[in-house]
């Protein structure tokens, strides 16, 4: 899954694809085995002029280790330029919670928001209209809860993931629900 393209200076020098990467995913021992993928964060850099090519793989900081990052998103504005913040959907295998993580690919640094039970589900980032910085948002996603049986629309701050808002859904919402956003 593409996180994002993006050029660096002139586009027809430096083409940028950001990728998550599932070792064992083309073994068909392990494709419905729920046991952790392995999931890493690559970068593809092409130079459009000379054909090189180089290949940056970013480690797994996220913690626990036995999990999975799907549904990748940027703040829109930043696509096709550089930018440094990523947010998933994180999975845990052992409990089967599905957390928030933003992973800092300048940093290489991860927070989360978990809360037991609960299951994040595809998130989308929102820019303020008149942001200062690329992570000046905030993210939206439905978030199942499995104790209860009942769906919520949760908003974060996407700095630091802090919940700031949580609305009923009144409607059980599936956890294969996909959302994206569209501004004015």
Known sequence: AVVS????????EHCLFDIYKISILTNPQYLYDNIPWDTTIRRFVFNLNTFERSIEDFPQSWQPRDSQIEFPFINP???????????????????????????????????????????????????KPEPEE?????????????????SEFCVWNARNLDLVARYDNKVRVPYTVHGTWYGE
């Open 134 to 150: 690329e992570d000046d948002g905030v993210i939206l996603a439905q978030v199942y809860d499995s104790e209860t049986g009942k």
């Open 77 to 127: 504005n930043y696509s096709g330029k550089d930018y440094c913040f990523a947010y998933f959907q994180m999975w845990q295998f052992k409990t089967e919670d599905m957390d928030l993580m933003k992973y800092d690919l300048c940093t290489k640094q991860t927070i989360t928001w978990h809360e037991d039970n609960k299951h994040v589900l595809e998130p989308v980032f929102v820019p």
């Open 5 to 12: 393209t993006q050029s660096t200076g002139d586009l027809n």
